[in-house]
């Protein structure tokens, strides 16, 4: 059975930094995409970062492009989003998600329905 735990969400001031970790369960990893997606009260959910497990190979949307580092530790099935001057804006519930299909594709996009596993979410708050 797959699973995947996220943990590290939290209230922060704008311009603090967290960190989310994702730990993965049951699941392949190598050879997969990983992803950070996130929905905002009201909103439709997005992704915001993506890793390829096979080499490192790392994707971003443009609004958190130069602020998020997606990361992994392929010997943990673990993968962080480390996030820097946070503004309000990026105030979500932030999910884990795991690729349905194993490999390398491109062009890549943030798609939904592309990811079979989705961790329980971590909630992020940034106050102004």
């Known amino acids: 059975q797959v699973q995947l735990v996220e943990s590290g969400g939290g209230s922060v001031q704008a311009g603090g930094s967290l960190r989310l970790t994702c730990a993965a369960s049951g699941y392949p990893y190598s050879t997969y995409y990983m992803g950070w997606f996130r929905q905002a009260p009201g909103k439709e959910r997005e992704g915001v970062a993506a890793?390829?497990?096979?080499?490192?190979?790392?994707l971003y949307a443009g609004s958190v492009k130069g602020r998020f580092i997606i990361s992994q530790d392929n010997a943990k099935k673990t993968v962080y989003l480390e996030m820097i001057d946070l503004k309000p804006e990026d105030t979500a519930m932030y999910y884990c998600?795991?690729?349905?299909?194993?490999?390398?594709?491109?062009?890549?996009?943030?798609?939904?329905?592309?990811?079979?596993?989705w961790g329980q979410g971590t909630q992020v708050t940034v106050s102004s």
């Open positions: 998600a795991a690729a349905r299909r194993g490999g390398y594709y491109w062009p890549f996009v943030f798609d939904e329905a592309d990811f079979a596993y």
């Open positions: 890793i390829y497990t096979g080499d490192g190979g790392t």
